[in-house]
């Protein structure tokens, strides 16, 4: 069982002792998906990079940035970037920025990704909420990070998405006009696209969407106590639904046609959190 806390004791005085406030909401932004920051009138910003072990990003549309923002008397934390496994990162890397948000005092995390459309009901540019995770790929990374049989783990995954924060995703789709979608996301390691055969048997297993990201995070998080809520944007369909070919660049320019829908969606999501 790895001691997040103790692990990274001097990162996280770090970001404590530069802090603005104690923010309340946190926000963990996507691949194509880092822009909605800047439109925000943001406090503060810390850049990764100056943290003192804080793991560097290293995919394109992941900035390495940490804002600290007041959106209409909301204090925001806004990590534009994540660390993902592919990346070469251990799981207690990846769940940094969540270890970070929880010891800031925040309550409420919201989670976006960039992910490939499995159910073809689905088509890029939609948003999904995620109802459950299939994490067969890193239950064994979990486990080091949790402890053999974890009760925390398991009654965590059974509460998620947080209730109250799915009430607020329905309000907000709702009131946005944003047609409602869900699914199960199936997490890959990466950095490799699926391959057809391989997106065939996920979709055997019930899974909509997937992607490389947010499970751990989602889980992490609510063993640490917060309320978590997760949305995909569908960026592409995975391999073998269509036959475009799969790649980076689809993803961050379809995150930018989506970027004005996701923008409005999520300001009414931190609204009513």
Known sequence: MINIREKYKQLIQFVKDAAPF???????????????????????????????????????GHQGQIHFVDHRGKKLLLFQGRIHLYEGYHISDSVIPVELAASLGVKKLILTNAAGGINPLLNPGDL????????????????KLFGVGSPDMHDAVLNFPSKGI????????????????????????????????????????GADAVGMSTAHEAIYGLVRGLDVGAISLITNYAAGISDQKLSHQEVIETADLAKVKFERLMKRIIGLL
Do not use: H
């Open 166 to 205: 799915a009430e607020v995703f329905n309000s907000a789709f709702l009131d946005e006009d944003v047609e409602t979608k869900r699914g199960i996301y199936y997490f890959t390691k990466g950095p490799s696209y699926e391959t057809p055969a391989e997106i065939r048997m996920m979709k055997i297993s």
């Open 22 to 60: 104690n923010p309340e909401i946190a926000l963990i932004l996507g691949s194509g998906l880092g822009e909605f920051a800047n439109s925000f009138v943001i406090i503060k910003s810390i850049a990764t990079s100056e943290i003192p072990g804080y793991p560097p990003s290293t995919v394109q």
């Open 128 to 143: 999904m909420i995620i109802q459950d995770f299939n994490t067969l790929s890193i239950k064994n990374d979990l486990v």
